[in-house]
């Protein structure tokens, strides 16, 4: 079910969206840049479809064994 929200912007950011974005695009791509931040993901779905991408999952732990080195040479 949508909603209708009005929302009050300075005006430079709203020709900035019409010029950009277009008109009859705006709703659409405010919800695209808002949403991640207000829905609750299912954090350990999320996780779980991580860990099955086996290319992400080497390079993610490629990463993590480059880094370890370099905690252990900084000062205290």
């Not at 277009?22 to 207000?38: K, M, N, Q, T």
């Not at 390079?59 to 205290?76: C, H, I, P, S």
């Amino acid at each position: 079910m949508l909603k209708k929200l009005t929302i009050t912007i300075d005006e430079r950011v709203y020709e900035g969206l019409h010029k950009v974005v277009g008109r009859r695009r705006i709703s659409r791509f405010v919800e695209s840049v808002v949403r991640p931040h207000v829905i609750v993901k299912d954090l350990e779905a999320a996780y779980r479809q991580m860990a099955e991408e086996e290319a992400r999952e080497a390079q993610a732990l490629e990463w993590a064994e480059g880094t370890v080195g370099d905690v252990a040479d900084e000062t205290r």
